[in-house]
């Protein structure tokens, strides 16, 4: 009975933990059906002057998507003089820095020792206050606009439609200083990439959409962000680590800066299609999750103080456990906690409450509920089943990845693009 109380206590510990889990994705997966609100009446239109944007593409030995992703970018219907478009190559081929030469854009060439997409974003801005005051500089395009208004960052195989900007610049009008765009999947090569996609989506319903519906600020993503290039500008030296986008986000709601979320204005995105890459992309996303949750927690007491509510959700965020480690952890729970009282009930003819089990079963039907409704309509098909075979081998990888975790590792894990 000895070894029957030691694991009533570890079952119960573990439950707690994954509850706190479940209770949050499912609080905002139930956010993200709610209507829209209204426009609130202090992000009035403000003036119809178009603003100026500055495109950034930080791009890593992405030689096969940068070049198609920079001529996509130029058919934008928004006016040449209000947005410059900069390429920062690193470690790219000469044959690719050659056709994007050819470009109407702004290249430059890095070679750093150390890459990350933090130290391309500061050089980006480094060289362009370097040259502020130059006209006749030949790398630059004639049209380039002599004043920014807003950084917009887009992955290397990021593909925007022709009306972007415009789109962004109305988003822009009404006084926001930070927004995420809807980043969607543009490929489905197989069931790997496809479960991406689908994770991206309910990303998007549970950390932007349904926060956004209650009044908190939206979670980014690490591309398709736009942001006051003059707060940018003043905080991008300050990135130190491979999740510089859950860094910006800490410093954005610390400043009570809100993050409006643009479900309506697409960013295409390629999703990873092979395990490795898989396992390689949720490595650095986790690592960069536990930095910025132990980057986040010496300011919690002051950010409850001072009731910096957008900070404590992200905090909270940070800790949760991913969700195919809880669709795999949770049923295996449940199975041994069925079990093991099963075997204790035949061994000892003791009568033993089903709640033992039961509570696991209804945490997971509570996560599988959530999930549900986190999932667009138009994802919601049959096949979708069939893709889910794939999720416990993938989950094996993200627990794999755990001991992986080196809490003070800032390298940078590129993710390949086909």
């Known amino acids: 009975m000895v070894a029957w109380s030691i694991f009533l206590f570890i079952d119960m510990l573990l439950w707690l933990v994954m509850v706190c889990s479940v209770v949050y994705v499912l609080v905002f997966a139930l956010a993200s059906i709610l209507p829209r609100p209204p426009k609130s009446q202090t992000l009035k239109l403000k003036t119809s002057k178009l603003k100026t944007f500055l495109v950034l593409y930080p791009a890593y030995h992405e030689d096969s998507v940068i070049c198609t992703s920079a001529e996509s970018f130029l058919k934008q219907d928004y006016p040449s003089d209000k947005y410059q478009v900069i390429v920062i190559s690193d470690h790219m081929t000469d044959e690719t820095n050659q ?13 750093f020792d150390k890459s990350s997409k933090a130290r391309a974003l500061q050089y980006a801005v480094h060289s362009l206050q370097s040259t502020a005051h130059r006209s006749d500089d030949q790398q630059t395009k004639d049209s380039a606009p002599s004043t920014i208004d807003y950084v917009v960052i887009l992955d290397a195989d990021n593909v925007v439609v022709p009306d972007f900007l415009s789109r962004l610049n109305s988003e822009c009008q009404n006084g926001y200083r930070a927004i995420q765009c809807h980043r969607t999947a543009k490929n489905s090569g197989n069931d790997i990439a496809e479960l991406d996609g689908l994770s991206e989506e309910i990303n998007n319903s549970l950390f932007r959409r349904g926060h956004n519906r209650v009044g908190l600020s939206s979670a ?27 860094e910006l986000e800490a410093m954005l709601l610390w400043e009570r800066v809100h993050v409006h979320y643009a479900e309506d204005i697409l960013v295409k995105d390629e999703k990873v299609s092979g395990s490795d890459n898989f396992q390689r992309q949720r490595l650095r996303w986790m690592t960069a999750q536990i930095q910025c949750l132990m980057a986040m927690i010496p300011r919690l007491p002051r950010a409850i103080a001072t009731f910096r509510i957008d900070y404590i959700d992200k905090t909270i ?102």
């Open 99 to 111: 056709q994007l030469s050819s470009l109407p854009i702004t290249l430059l060439t890095p070679q």
């Open 220 to 246: 980014l993503i690490g591309s398709g962000m736009c942001l006051d290039f003059e707060w940018f500008a003043d905080h991008v030296d300050k990135l130190s680590t491979a999740g510089e986008d859950k």
């Open 317 to 418: 965020q940070q800790a949760l456990i991913p969700r195919s480690i809880l669709l795999l952890v949770i049923p295996l729970m449940a199975i041994l906690a069925h079990i093991i009282t099963y075997i204790v009930h035949r061994s000892t003819n003791y009568e033993l409450s089903t709640m033992h089990y039961t509570k696991w079963w209804l945490l997971l039907l509570a996560l599988v509920l959530a999930l549900f409704i986190a999932i667009p309509n138009r994802l919601r098909t049959r096949a979708l089943i069939t893709k889910a075979l794939a999720l416990p081998a993938l989950a094996l990888r993200m627990i794999r990845n755990i001991v992986r975790i080196e809490r003070k590792n800032t390298d940078f894990l590129h993710t390949e693009h086909g």
